[in-house]
């Protein structure tokens, strides 16, 4: 099975202890983890940063990536309400709405995994504003799905261990972001990929 897993730092496997940017080793990350248990193509569409795609180039970008694939997973949002208020757990499911019409009218819908990012706590990076529309955003990202017919999976609810800046996952949170969506996704690869 071809797995497209298409977000921002968390997913790329940014690792904050490094003082130029640097990133986990492979053996850490979450993609890796799950290419390695389930014998997975994983493609990790990573990438520090990144907001809900909403500018035409950035949409072609997850349209071209996602032509080839059974699955699609999203792990998004998290840098979009870093922006901070007035910007609400609602402003990122609209966009994220307006980002996934366009990959609706070419798959499947209950082939895209939105998953609601594991909350924010408080940290170097965060503030109690922050982490309060965090915490709002899985419940908004599951009525998005219910009305779109996509999957769903609620990260949050993993036990996903953060680091001290309240953003990026730790070592164990990788695992236990891995161990989740493994389950989440398991469903979904014998359905749309009933050759395994």
């Not at 850490?28 to 193509?41: I, K, P």
């Not at 408080?122 to 996509?150: D, H, I, K, M």
Request: with cysteine.
């Amino acid at each position: 099975m071809k797995l497209l897993c298409y977000g921002d730092s968390n997913t790329y496997g940014f690792d904050p202890r490094s003082f130029f940017g640097g990133r986990y080793p492979a053996e850490v990350r979450w993609t890796n983890l799950l290419a390695r248990e389930t014998g997975w193509d994983v493609q990790n569409a990573g990438e520090n940063g990144r907001e809900i795609p909403r500018r035409p180039w950035e949409i072609d970008d997850l349209l071209h990536r996602a032509e080839e694939v059974d699955l699609v997973t999203i792990l998004l949002g998290g840098n979009d309400l870093l922006q901070g208020p007035p910007f609400a757990a609602e402003d990122a499911a609209a966009r994220m709405e307006a980002c996934l019409t366009p990959l609706l009218a070419r798959r499947a819908p209950a082939s895209i995994l939105l998953v609601g990012p594991p909350p924010m706590t408080l940290g170097a990076w965060t503030n109690q504003a922050v982490c309060l529309q965090s915490r709002r955003l899985a419940p908004c990202y599951r009525a998005l799905a219910e009305g779109l017919g996509l999957s769903f999976a609620d990260g949050g609810q993993w036990g996903v261990e953060l680091l001290f800046d309240g953003v990026h996952f730790s070592p164990a949170g990788h695992r236990a972001y891995a161990a989740g969506i493994q389950k989440a996704l398991s469903p979904l690869a014998k359905r749309f990929a009933p050759s395994l």
